[in-house]
């Protein structure tokens, strides 16, 4: 457990809060890892680990998202006036700690940090180079209107079929219900 810090607001707004900003930025440009630590200074001549990690099935959007939800639920924690403090959602987790909990040697292998939050991955991909559009949206909506119209015709055909032998029944047997009353009269 470690113990309290005398002015918890000036800890988290002046020294944690910036550390952790830049460590969501990190992590959510961070590829399939999303992680991202740091070590820093404190008040009372204290050094704090920070660690911050989404798992790999987030988007860098949803991994950003993620960690701003743990971060804005920080100051309403009981924990708050702790050095140290572990948050863990279902696809993220905060920590820091007064002592290193983490192998130090990743901090030289974390990615730079970006100077504005991440865009929609779709904004990130490059646009395609001029004169060579993209045929795949085409391509694909060929393929699936041609795959519509033969489903169609294969129902319709044994429909129309159906419908034309009951029109032939029914007029066969009317012709001979016509025949049989002309026979009796």
Excluded: W
């Amino acid at each position: 457990m470690s113990p309290g810090i005398s002015d918890p607001q000036l800890f988290f707004n002046q020294y944690l809060t910036p550390v952790l900003t830049s460590l969501r930025t990190r992590a959510s440009a961070g590829g399939k890892r999303k992680f991202a630590a740091n070590v820093f200074s404190a008040p009372d001549f204290q050094t704090i680990h920070a660690l911050v990690q989404c798992t790999a099935d987030l988007s860098a959007q949803g991994c950003y998202n993620c960690l701003s939800a743990v971060y804005s639920s920080l100051p309403d924690c009981e924990c708050y006036a702790k050095r140290g403090n572990y948050h863990l959602m279902p696809s993220c987790i905060v920590r820091y700690e007064p002592y290193s909990f983490f192998n130090e040697s990743l901090l030289a292998e974390a990615p730079p940090p970006l100077l504005s939050p991440p865009q929609p991955v779709s904004l990130l991909l490059p646009p395609p180079p001029p004169g060579k559009a993209d045929k795949t949206p085409r391509t694909t909506t060929i393929i699936v209107v041609l795959a519509v119209t033969v489903v169609i015709f294969i129902v319709c055909i044994p429909v129309i079929l159906m419908k034309r032998r009951k029109r032939k029944l029914v007029n066969k047997r009317e012709s001979k219900d016509g025949l049989l009353m002309i026979k009796e009269s």
